[in-house]
């Protein structure tokens, strides 16, 4: 089975500065894949970042970076340069053929970013 | 503009109704997933598609059903067995495939009068 764990309910951050985001996951699948989503009040799921298990370089998107420690089982999502906007709720979230590649979600970490 | 769309915004249900919820894409593809979001927490799934007249339950089937008739189309209905329904409806979408996104919709929340 997998499982996601987020271990931040709520961060607080100023804007301008980086904030790191917790998440790991526990898997026996050799093949996987992380995504990390975020949840602004009005709902909407929207994507920003997606590694591989198998993926030799950090993903980054534009101010997302992911941080991937394989061996830790570790993929924490970097926001750097915090903006007002980035309030928000983020899930990180798994797939892999043990899990028939349904996506698992975390619980999610709540950011506030204060001007 | 390909996207998926989520009807209606808000949905209310009396009880012992059945209501039922749309999810249309148009971005062609295959695997169709529709999950639940209770406040605070996160995404729970109830079924998942990932052909056309092929579904599965996910984790919490009971008191909801799904129909997959065509492949842009995979509506939700929630039936008068689900005895907690208020929450937070999502349609998702993707390809078939490991690396590839699932892509929301913008959800519905159903509340009980």
């Known amino acids: 089975a997998q499982k996601i764990t987020q271990t931040q309910p709520g961060m607080f951050v100023q804007e301008k500065e980086a904030v790191t985001l917790d998440c790991t996951y526990d898997?026996?699948?050799?093949?996987?894949?992380l995504f990390w989503y975020k949840q602004p009040s009005s709902g909407e799921m929207i994507f920003l970042i997606y590694q591989g298990s198998y993926d030799e370089q950090n993903a980054t998107e534009g101010r997302y970076s992911l941080n991937f420690q394989k061996a830790r089982k570790s993929a924490n999502l970097v926001i750097s340069a915090s903006q007002l906007g980035d309030s928000a709720m983020y899930f990180c979230?798994?797939?892999?053929?043990?899990?028939?590649?349904?996506?698992?979600f975390g619980a999610g970490t709540t950011v506030t970013v204060r001007a | 503009d390909g996207g998926i769309t989520q009807s209606p915004k808000y949905l209310f249900r009396k009880e012992g109704q059945n209501v039922t919820l749309s999810c249309e894409q148009n971005l062609n593809h295959d695997a169709m997933y529709w999950y639940r979001q209770d406040p605070g927490q996160g995404l729970r799934l109830i079924y998942y598609s990932q052909i056309v007249n092929d579904f599965q339950k996910g984790d919490i089937a009971e008191g909801y059903s799904v129909s997959r008739e065509k492949k842009e189309s995979f509506p939700l209905t929630v039936t008068s067995a689900q005895k907690n329904p208020t929450a937070f409806y999502l349609c998702?979408?993707?390809?078939?495939?490991?690396?590839?996104?699932?892509?929301f919709g913008p959800g519905t929340r159903l509340l009980v009068l």
């Open positions: 998702a979408s993707s390809k078939a495939a490991l690396r590839e996104t699932q892509y």
């Open positions: 979230a798994m797939r892999g053929p043990s899990n028939d590649y349904k996506l698992s």
């Open positions: 898997t026996s699948d050799q093949s996987y894949g």
